[in-house]
């Protein structure tokens, strides 16, 4: 397994890369959900975390703006 060559530049850049540090934080939010109290209704989180997923993934296999292939 090899990084690509401008991997600095994709992981600034790329909305797969951006989408995927949401779902992390989603995903941490839900684990501090119960010290949240009644904030949030509980699965939402996971929801919102499991679109950005699903986004991440689109974003992956989509070309994007400023993101030239090698």
């Not at 941490?28 to 109290?37: C, D, I, N």
């Amino acid at each position: 397994m090899n990084l690509v060559s401008d991997w600095r530049r994709v992981l600034q850049r790329a909305w797969s890369i951006r989408l995927i540090a949401l779902a992390a934080l989603l995903s941490g939010a839900e684990v501090a959900l119960p010290f949240l109290g009644d904030f949030i209704a509980p699965g939402r989180l996971a929801a919102l975390s499991a679109l950005a997923t699903a986004g991440a993934f689109v974003g992956r296999i989509l070309a994007q703006k400023d993101m030239d292939d090698e």
